[in-house]
Each structure stands twice: as structure tokens, then as C-alpha cells.
């Protein structure tokens, strides 16, 4: 009997279901993994699979940023108040920002070169991938899913389109930092006060440094459960193709150019 599970037989595999998730190569546009680093470091990392660098440099991005006060910075930069934006600025901690920053985008656009080219090359080969698996905590499995229902879910509440996916770690980072922001950034008590009409009340008590990282967590959690879950569906079609064509499809069959076959 056959073994397809990843147990080092092929010299890359296309994809790895596993308990925690599905993760697979495919390619990605390296200026828009870096346009997500930009946006907030880890993203792009995160996008591309990489949970422990992205990880580390979302913790650096949220450290580096309270404490140097950038988002209260910009906040005040576009009102106009630019001395302010300038006096609320601690350059203790901003020196540290930009060097990281900046090696957050080269590097998530690098590792998605690099990611490009093992992809052909494990597309090439072909190798077969498992595409199921039971276990004591979770059973996963490829199959279709809608992507529109996935960014639904991601609208409503950030990480519930990577649940739907069953990409467990990355749904499980999205929702902890989803309350996380919401608790510090008063979001829901300002949004209570919004619905009952007072406005200025739900101004003041908004806490604007952390108001601010809620849109990149926001559209993350739309990108990437959208992303995903069309590569996953690609993904599902590619392993029925091969499991169809290796079961059932004659050895002499071949596709001629007129797209007939003999």
C-alpha cells in the first residue's frame, strides 16, 4: 500500500495538511507581500506561511509603536498638527523603528522570490501530498470552500475567515491580538456610544494609539482568508486531477494537439 503522507520521499512537496492547518506554496506577487510588511511587519511573513518571523516582528511593530508613540504621531499629522505630532514622538524609541522596518519588507520580498522559485520546482515535480488527517485534537482535510463566505466571516470578526479555512494558528494570533486591540482601544465601548448618539463622549474615550492598528489587522484578516482560500481550492483540484489520473486514466492515453486524444 501506498504511503503519500510528507515523509521525505519527493525533495519538495507542493503542500502539508496537517492538524493545525493547510500549508501550501503557490505564487505570490513579491510587491504585494512587501506592500503588506509595509502596512504592518509580520504581515507579509505571516501571508507567506512564515509564522515565527512574522510573528516576531508583529510583537516588535506593536512594542516599537506604543511606546514611541507613531500612531498617536500620525494621528496628529493628519489633522494638521504637526508640532504636536513632532512633541508627542519619543526618539528613544523610534531610533529602533526603522531599521526593522524596513528589513521586514526587503525580507517577506525576498523569502516570496524565493518561495516563487520553489514552487515551480515542486509543481514540476509533482510529488503526491496527503490530503487528510485524523488526530486526537482536530480532523483536516482538502475540499472546496467558498472564498466570498470567507471574507464575510473575516468581516464580522478578523480570524473567523481563517477558521472557516482551518488555518488554526493564524486564526488563533488574528483573534487573541483582535481582543487585545479592541480591549485597549475602547473600539466596542465607542462604538455602544456611537449607536446611542454620543458622538464627542465616543471621541474622547477612544484610546487613538491603538485605535489606529485595528484597519491592518482588518484587511489582513480579509487578504488573507480571501487568498487562502482560493489557493485551497486550486489546491483540492490539483490533488483530485493527480489521484484521478494515477487511478483510473489508461498509461497509453496521451493529448494531442488538436486538444483530442488517442
Known sequence: MKNYNNNNTARRYIAHVSQAGTTQLHLRNPLTIAWWSLAFPGFGHLLLSKYFRGMALFLWEITINLNAHINEAIIFSFLGEFEQATAVLDPRWLMLYLPTYLFA??????????????????????????????????????????????????????????????RI??????????????????????VNLVIMGEIEKATDILDKQWLLFLPSIYGFAIYDAYVNTV????????????????????????????????
Open 105 to 166: 519588507a526587503w525580507d517577506s520580498y525576498r523569502t516570496a522570490i524565493d518561495i516563487n522559485k520553489l514552487t515551480l520546482l515542486a509543481e514540476r515535480e509533482n510529488h503526491r501530498f496527503n490530503s487528510f488527517i485524523i488526530g486526537p485534537l482536530e480532523i483536516n482535510y482538502l475540499d472546496k470552500r467558498k472564498p466570498k463566505t470567507a471574507l464575510i466571516w473575516s468581516l464580522f470578526m478578523p480570524g473567523l475567515g481563517q477558521l472557516y479555512i482551518h
Open 231 to 262: 489557493e485551497n481550492n486550486k489546491l483540492y483540484v490539483r490533488e483530485q486531477r493527480n489521484y484521478l489520473e494515477e487511478t483510473y486514466q489508461p498509461p497509453d492515453f496521451r493529448v494531442t494537439l488538436n486538444g483530442g486524444n488517442k
Open 169 to 190: 494558528i493564524a486564526a488563533a494570533f488574528v483573534l487573541i491580538w483582535m481582543i487585545v486591540i479592541c480591549y485597549y482601544s475602547h473600539f466596542i465601548e465607542g
